[in-house]
T-cell receptor
């Protein structure tokens, strides 16, 4: 079946512009995660959605970052007033309910964001 | 709080030799443990996972790992390296399910594996 998809695959933007990154999780997966991968910081958790529960936003690095998940499926990560330090690969993952024995996170190919 | 330490940012092995990638974790609650592989310009692919069943876990491509609670370790091994194993490997930890809370992965810094022909 289809895996996690992300768009765009690459995004170049000017400093100060807003960007939106999209994630389509695997159908039926109730949990969705955003991570950021950068040379200096490695892989960092950003935000977690689980069903209809309030999201865990504890990993968002500043209030310029926000995310939403509409209808329990597609998610959009928005970065406002982008800065050069936002340049990174943004990875999305989805999973079934973490209580199940089949729990594992499936990752998308990522969006490479470059802020000039 | 959880953390993961991967010893060695870069490991080189000869083709056909044993692969050993080290991972130690710190967790205040019982963890789930994972190994992921990342090929250049690709996302993360799960190699294997420990979710509190058998402590010796077998994964794809002949990789395996053993959960050792006393050593807080989850080292990844493969008996014989192939050229196609050259990639970056990440160890990760998440809390076990407890009915509430968040289950994000905390990753190690990664180990880049080179395979010498």
């Amino acid at each position: 079946g289809a895996g996690v998809s992300q768009s765009p695959s690459n995004k170049v933007t000017e400093k100060g512009k807003d960007v939106e990154l999209r994630c389509d999780p695997i159908s039926g997966h109730t949990a969705l995660y955003w991570y950021r991968q950068s040379l200096g910081q490695g892989l960092e958790f950003l935000i977690y959605f689980q069903g209809n529960s309030a999201p865990d936003k504890s990993g968002l690095p500043s209030d310029r970052f926000s995310a939403e998940r509409t209808g329990g499926s597609v998610s959009t990560l928005t970065i406002q007033r982008t800065q050069q330090e936002d340049s990174a690969v943004y990875l999305c993952a989805s999973s079934l309910d973490p209580s199940g024995s089949s729990y594992e996170q499936y990752f998308g190919p990522g969006t490479r964001l470059t802020v000039t | 709080a959880q953390s993961v330490t991967q010893l060695g940012s870069h490991v080189s092995v000869s083709e056909g030799a044993l692969v050993l990638l080290r991972c130690n974790y710190s967790s205040s609650v019982p963890p789930y443990l994972f190994w992921y592989v990342q090929y250049p310009n690709q996302g993360l692919q799960l190699l294997l996972k420990y979710t509190s069943a058998a402590t010796l876990v077998k994964g794809i491509n002949d990789f395996e790992a053993e959960f050792k609670k006393s050593e807080t370790s989850f080292h990844l091994t493969k008996p014989s390296a192939h050229m196609s194993d050259a990639a970056e490997y990440f160890c990760a930890v998440s809390p076990q399910y407890s009915g509430a809370g968040s289950y994000q992965l905390t990753f190690g810094k990664g180990t880049k594996l080179s395979v010498i022909p």
